[in-house]
């Protein structure tokens, strides 16, 4: 049996509910986090001392760190498909995983915490100005990188689409100016598209 920790709201379940969905897998998901608290607890904390979510259990063995668990995810059950096998192909992929982990989603949490947790009354919007401006940063290296391709790394779906879709999603739907980016808002219509993304694309970004 298969565990998914974690709210829907989160960028990181998002990517790990997608990737169960997009492989077929099933699953009971279990809301953690947030106004679900859960995470506090000592049987959460026994799984994650982190106290974040995602975590999986997955017939015993539990997991945390969304990418990780997307890897694994996609390793078990579509070897050389959502993961490629072919070293620098998988080199390709988990680069665009770490560079949305490291770079495009800490790149747009400040904006996003201010606009979307944030009361109005509360926000500094110099912080949030300064988030936008990074965030369009790396939306146009994104956007570049689409250019002519179909896929984030390689001709085919994999699971860097799934880690920067998840990223890309938030960043479409902050309540915030954009420059028009021509490019990704392909890729993420056609993302969107898929039949195993709807419930997760679907999701309000807040
Ligand atoms: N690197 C971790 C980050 C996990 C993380 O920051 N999770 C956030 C939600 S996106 C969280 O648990 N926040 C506390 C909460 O929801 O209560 C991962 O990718 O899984």
């Known amino acids: ?18 990737c169960a969905d997009e492989l077929g897998l099933a699953y009971e998901r279990i809301d953690a986090g947030g106004a679900f608290g859960v995470n506090d607890t000592p049987e959460y904390l026994a799984m994650n001392p982190n106290g974040l979510v995602p975590v999986i259990d997955d017939d015993g063995f539990v997991l945390y760190e969304s990418n990780a668990i997307v890897r694994y995810f996609a390793a078990k059950h579509a070897a050389g498909r959502l993961w490629p096998e072919a070293l620098n192909a998988r080199a390709d992929a988990d680069r665009w995983m770490e560079w ?3 770079g495009y989603t800490p790149a747009m949490v400040t904006a996003f915490v201010q606009l979307c947790r944030t009361p109005a009354e509360k926000r500094d919007a110099a912080a949030i100005e300064a988030s936008r401006v990074k965030g369009e940063t790396f939306s146009a290296v994104l956007d570049a990188h689409l250019a002519g391709r179909e896929f984030v790394a390689g001709k085919a779906f994999s699971v860097a689409d799934i880690s920067v879709g998840c990223a890309a999603h938030r960043w479409l739907g902050l309540p915030i100016a954009r420059t028009p980016r021509p ?4 890729w993420y219509a056609a993302m969107k598209a898929r039949p195993a993304s709807k419930l997760v694309l679907s999701q309000p970004v807040k």
């Open 100 to 102: 949305q982990s490291t």
């Open 183 to 186: 490019n990704l808002e392909r």
């Open 1 to 18: 049996m298969l565990r998914i920790w974690g709210r829907l709201s989160s960028v990181n379940v998002q990517k790990v509910v997608w």
